[in-house]
C-alpha cells in the first residue's frame, strides 16, 4: 500500500479534533460513537489503520479496520462483522464468523479500498452469556431462531445504526456491501448510508455447521443458491432482549 493510500496525519488530527466534541445523541438518538484514535495495523491480511471507536452512551468500543483511505470517498467496500467471542476468537465450528471475518479482511486486504467495521456487540447486545444459553437449547433439539426465540430475542437494528455513525464519522460517501443478506442494504439505508452495491461472499460449510447454515438460508431470506453450500450472515449474532424497553428506537 503506497504511503498516500491511508490516512494521513492531518486527516487523523482533525478527525480526533472534530470527534472529541462531537455528540449526536440529542433528539432521541441513541446511538453515538466517538473516533478517539487511530493507527497502523499491519495484520497477515494485509496493512490496515486501525480507528478505536467510543460510544458514550453505553461505553462500548467499536473497532474499524481501514484500507487505504476512504474518507470522502464513493463506492468503499465494506464490511459489518458482530463480535463473536466463540468464532472469532476461539474457534467455534458452531458458526462461520470467523471464516467469515478471515474472507473479508483477505477480501478487503487485496484492495487498495475498504473497511470491516468489527461491532463490539456480543449477540448484538444479548451477550456472551445467552448465546451460550441459547447453544443449550439447541442441543436440547431447537434450531438457531427456535433457540433465541425461547429465550424471548427478536433481531435488532442496533448495529446498523452503529455502523451508519462509524461510516458517516469517517466520512464516507457510499459503500459496496460486502454481504449477501439483502435486509441488511435495507437497514443501512434506513440509517442514512448510500449503498450503490453489494459484494457477494462464499464460504463452504463445515459438518458442525451446516444446519445452522441451512437454517439461515431457510429461515432468513439469505441469497444462497440452492446448489450452493455457501455464506450466510452472523445470524447466531442478530438478536436482542425482547423486553419492554427493547423497542428502543436507534
Ligand atoms: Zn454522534
Ligand atoms: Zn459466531
Known amino acids: 500500500m503506497p504511503a498516500e493510500s491511508k490516512i494521513s496525519r492531518r486527516e487523523i488530527d482533525r478527525l480526533l479534533v472534530e470527534n472529541e466534541t462531537h455528540d449526536c445523541s440529542e433528539g ?26 467510543h460510544s458514550p452512551s453505553d461505553q462500548k468500543e467499536h473497532a474499524a479496520l481501514v484500507r487505504g483511505n476512504p474518507i470522502g470517498q464513493e463506492h468503499v467496500p465494506v464490511r459489518l462483522h458482530s463480535e463473536c467471542l466463540t468464532g472469532d476468537t476461539l474457534g467455534s465450528l458452531r458458526c462461520d464468523c470467523r ?6 479482511l483477505t477480501e478487503i486486504g487485496k484492495r487498495d479500498l475498504g473497511i470491516v467495521l468489527y461491532l463490539r456487540q456480543e449477540g448484538r447486545g444479548i451477550g456472551f452469556q445467552n448465546k451460550i444459553r441459547a ?8 434450531d438457531t431462531i427456535e433457540a433465541n426465540e425461547a429465550l424471548g430475542f427478536r433481531p435488532d437494528e442496533r448495529d446498523y445504526a452503529v455502523a451508519a455513525h462509524m461510516l458517516a464519522s469517517l466520512d464516507v460517501r457510499s459503500i459496496l456491501l460486502m454481504s449477501n443478506n439483502p435486509a441488511k442494504i435495507a437497514d443501512l439505508r434506513f440509517h442514512g448510508v448510500r ?4 459484494i457477494p461472499i462464499v464460504i463452504p460449510p463445515n ?41 428502543r428506537t436507534t
Open 28 to 53: 432521541g438518538k441513541n446511538v453515538c460513537v466517538r473516533i478517539v484514535a487511530i493507527a497502523d495495523l499491519p495484520t497477515r491480511f494485509g496493512d490496515f489503520q486501525v480507528v478505536a471507536f
Open 207 to 247: 459438518p458442525h455447521n451446516r444446519r445452522y447454515l441451512e437454517t439461515k438460508r431457510a429461515k432468513a431470506g439469505h441469497l444462497l443458491e440452492p446448489a450452493s453450500t455457501g455464506l450466510p450472515e452472523q445470524l447466531d449474532n442478530a438478536t436482542s432482549p425482547e423486553t419492554p424497553t427493547s423497542s
Open 195 to 198: 449503498v450503490e452495491g453489494r
Open 135 to 142: 447453544y443449550q437449547l439447541q442441543e436440547a433439539g431447537l
Open 99 to 104: 471464516d467469515q471475518l478471515e474472507q473479508a
